[in-house]
Antibody
Framework: QAQLVQSGAEVKTPGASVRVSCEAS????????LTWVRQAPGQGLEWMGW????????NYEQKFQGRVAMTTDTSTNTAYLELRSLRSDDTAIYYC???????????????WGQGTLVTVSS | QSVLTQPPSLSGAPGQRVTISCTGT?????????VFWYQQLPGTAPKLLIY???RRPSGVPDRFSGSKSATSASLAITGLQAVDEATYHC???????????FGGGTKVTVL
């Protein structure tokens, strides 16, 4: 069945960048979208953006515009999230999830990766 | 502040029924976008529980049910069990924001 496996935990200093990977298996990678969601300690889920592995189109939540980049590598069925200019309030668990192929119609996130803890601390 | 509004916490005794509300606006739930519910057990990733307002993926017990009306949605858990102790998140799409949106999550405690 469909599965997403993420890279391991990261510790970064303020101002640095982080790159998280998400490897997909068990389904046709470019037949679905891929989304990123983060969860700060003790907080709810926060949607960050969506990417189409089919054509590389992206849609980012306005809050992250200019600081985030989502990419995919269809040769390895892997998605990447890069977040730049890290601040302490970027400390969170970052999740990838399979998303709808089309961005504009809404839709479900299923399945989810196991999550990657990113800690930003001096 | 989340776009969709959920109660922060609820509790119930084993066997009871609890209902979690998810209140939106005319830009999201009220704009006829589907609502999805996720169950997040402690220390784990969210898992799809309800999709398209009221449909259960295979493997989800029928103790869980979803409904939607106007600008809000609800998740009901009947016959509450200890294994249901988790945080439940609702999600939809907001056409004004052009973004997927979540509720703040509801932590359910089994007494």
């Amino acid at each position: 069945q469909a599965q997403l496996v993420q890279s391991g935990a990261e510790v970064k200093t303020p101002g640095a960048s982080v790159r998280v990977s998400c490897e997909a298996s068990g389904y046709l990678f470019d037949s679905y979208g891929l989304t990123w969601v983060r969860q700060a300690p003790g907080q709810g889920l926060e949607w960050m953006g969506w990417i189409s592995p089919y054509n590389g189109n992206t849609n980012y939540e306005q809050k992250f515009q200019g600081r985030v980049a989502m990419t995919t590598d269809t040769s390895t069925n892997t998605a990447y999230l890069e977040l730049r200019s890290l601040r302490s309030d970027d400390t969170a668990i970052y999740y990838c999830a399979r998303a709808p192929f089309s961005y504009t119609n809404g839709g479900r996130f299923d399945p989810w990766g196991q999550g990657t803890l990113v800690t930003v601390s001096s | 502040q989340s776009v969709l509004t959920q109660p922060p916490s609820l509790s119930g005794a084993p066997g009871q029924r609890v209902t979690i509300s998810c209140t939106g606006t005319s830009s999201n739930i009220g704009a006829n976008y589907e609502v999805f519910w996720y169950q997040q057990l402690p220390g784990t990733a969210p898992k799809l529980l309800i999709y398209d307002n009221d449909r259960r993926p295979s493997g989800v017990p029928d103790r869980f049910s979803g409904s939607k009306s106007a600008t809000s949605a609800s998740l009901a858990i009947t016959g509450l069990q200890a294994v249901d102790e988790a945080t439940y998140h609702c999600q939809s799409y907001d056409v004004s924001l052009s973004a997927w949106v979540f509720g703040g999550g509801t932590k359910v405690t089994v007494l």
